[in-house]
């Protein structure tokens, strides 16, 4: 696999040669530039065309989202993950609805910032379980009251597996799956990635969808 070519732009210097120090020790991962804030952003982007910009949302001037759209105005093929401290649900959105290929909070560790930029290399997005659980809400909120029937068909999940499918249906983070199921959230993250898979879908949002329309779990009626 070729090595991922990435710009870090953060108005925080720390922040910024924080996370060089950390994908320095990383030899597939090569950080081509650094800026702080939109206009560098889009300058090192034209330069250096990475692979994955990883942008900061709550910038001075040009924020995270405004250079999003900028940046997507200029076609090129560089995919943006956007790193923040904020899980609101407004930020949230509105980077999805960018077409942003993952969403990240910061205090998230160094070995899911590097699954993020792989999965987003090979094409796929990536959003912490919190954004997915936002993205997933939002979904549910916006779901036809009758959705179009659809050929059901066996995704061989256990039971194990739908347990948790069903929780996720319901809106519960990993955490809260946790301590209910009394598993740790990693099994947790194990359990969701196999369901996933199962199911032919990349996000939550798209695993509660299908879960949804072919009838696999049904939402509870308080």
């Known amino acids: ?97 960018s077409g942003a290929y993952g969403y990240l909070l910061k205090d998230n560790g160094k070995e899911k910032i590097i699954k993020a930029l792989r999965t987003i290399m090979n094409g796929n997005k990536y959003f912490s379980s919190e954004v997915s659980n936002i993205i997933v809400n939002r979904y549910l909120d916006s779901k036809p009251a009758h959705p179009p029937n659809r050929p059901h068909k066996d995704y061989a999940l256990t039971k194990r597996e739908m347990d948790i499918l069903s929780r996720i249906v319901k809106g519960d983070s990993n955490p809260t799956i946790s301590e209910e199921c009394g598993i740790s959230v990693r099994t947790i993250e194990t359990h969701r990635s196999k369901i996933m898979k199962k199911l032919s879908v990349n996000n939550a949002a798209d695993m509660v969808r299908v879960a949804l329309e072919q009838k696999i779990v049904a939402l509870e009626n308080n």
């Open 1 to 97: 696999m070729k090595n991922i070519k990435i710009v870090i732009v953060d108005d925080h210097e720390i922040v910024r040669f924080g996370m060089k120090m950390l994908f320095d020790s990383e030899p597939s991962i090569e950080v081509v530039g650094l800026g702080s804030n939109g206009k560098e952003a889009l300058e090192l982007v034209k330069e250096q065309e990475p692979d994955i910009l990883i942008l900061d949302i709550n910038m001075p001037g040009m924020n995270g989202l405004d250079t999003m759209e900028e940046l997507k105005k200029m076609k090129l093929p560089t995919k943006v993950l956007f790193l923040s401290m904020f899980d609101r649900e407004e930020y949230v959105l509105k980077a999805v609805d």
